[in-house]
């Protein structure tokens, strides 16, 4: 399988990956990467030879022996070298922007406030127990959502954009699961959970969910 995917099962960054590869119906090899046990396995000297930067997912195409970090890029590569699947970024330069802009704020904005080395500095820092993680985590994810929601209004049918899949469907449903797991009321985003029960129903998401994969705990 020239495809291997490195990554821990509740990281919505390799979620999203997940998902893309299933979209583009490829298969692929998962690798999993603790990132608690032992310390945190992203920190092995094994695991840093692929990613320095000791975060998850990593992409390995043996095909090109090429290694890819960052889910953004590694999605924009899948989409561009595959044309089989679903096409996530649309042809025209415009809708390609505009999808993105949704992608970006929850890779750029939203997601990296709760991503588990901020949270377990700031629990340190400032001693907060795991409710007080969460809270902060809650605050950052409604506003960020605040904004998608009224974005998505103008925009969503079934999907993000319209009838069709996109990047943009591939980053929210990740990020709605992290906004469930640290206890944020969704029912103020009807428009995002609509396209959340609409997504989650399809098999390319469904099989990528958190609790499907080898290393679920």
Same mark, same amino acid.
Request: charged share 20%; hydrophobic share 40%.
């Given at each position: 399988?020239?495809?291997?995917?490195?990554?821990?099962?509740?990281?919505?960054?390799?979620?999203?990956?997940?998902?893309?590869?299933?979209?583009?119906?490829?298969?692929?090899?998962?690798?999993?990467?603790?990132?608690?046990?032992?310390?945190?396995?992203?920190?092995?000297?094994?695991?840093?030879?692929?990613?320095?930067?000791?975060?998850?997912?990593?992409? !390995? =195409?043996?095909?090109? $022996? *090429?290694?890819?970090?960052?889910? /953004?890029?590694?999605?924009? %590569?899948?989409? @561009?070298? #595959? &044309?089989?699947?679903?096409?996530?970024?649309?042809?025209?330069?415009?809708?390609?922007?505009?999808?993105?802009?949704?992608? !970006? =704020?929850?890779?750029? $904005? *939203?997601?990296?406030?709760?991503? /588990?080395?901020?949270?377990? %500095?700031?629990? @340190?820092? #400032? &001693?907060?127990?795991?409710?007080?993680?969460?809270?902060?985590?809650?605050?950052?994810?409604?506003?960020?959502?605040?904004?998608?929601?009224?974005?998505?209004?103008?925009?969503?049918?079934?999907?993000?954009?319209?009838?069709?899949?996109?990047?943009?469907?591939?980053?929210?449903?990740?990020?709605?699961?992290?906004?469930?797991?640290?206890?944020?009321?969704?029912?103020?985003?009807?428009?995002?959970?609509?396209?959340?029960?609409?997504?989650?129903?399809?098999?390319?998401?469904?099989?990528?969910?958190?609790?499907?994969?080898?290393?679920?705990?």
């Amino acid at each position: 399988m020239s495809l291997k995917l490195y990554g821990y099962w509740r990281s919505s960054a390799t979620y999203r990956v997940r998902i893309a590869l299933n979209l583009k119906e490829l298969d692929y090899e998962v690798i999993p990467v603790h990132l608690v046990r032992d310390g945190g396995q992203q920190h092995s000297a094994n695991y840093q030879g692929l990613n320095p930067a000791e975060l998850v997912p990593t992409l !390995y =195409d043996d095909d090109e $022996d *090429i290694i890819l970090n960052q889910s /953004l890029a590694i999605i924009e %590569y899948l989409d @561009e070298r #595959y &044309q089989q699947g679903v096409s996530l970024l649309p042809p025209h330069s415009l809708e390609r922007a505009r999808v993105r802009t949704l992608a !970006y =704020d929850i890779a750029c $904005d *939203i997601q990296p406030l709760a991503n /588990l080395r901020v949270m377990n %500095y700031i629990g @340190e820092q #400032y &001693q907060l127990e795991q409710q007080g993680k969460f809270e902060w985590a809650r605050h950052w994810m409604q506003k960020g959502m605040q904004g998608m929601e009224k974005r998505l209004q103008k925009s969503a049918t079934d999907y993000c954009f319209g009838f069709d899949l996109s990047m943009a469907d591939v980053f929210l449903i990740p990020q709605v699961y992290n906004a469930h797991r640290v206890g944020l009321d969704m029912s103020q985003f009807p428009v995002i959970n609509r396209i959340y029960q609409n997504c989650i129903e399809l098999p390319a998401f469904a099989n990528a969910a958190p609790e499907k994969q080898p290393d679920a705990e």
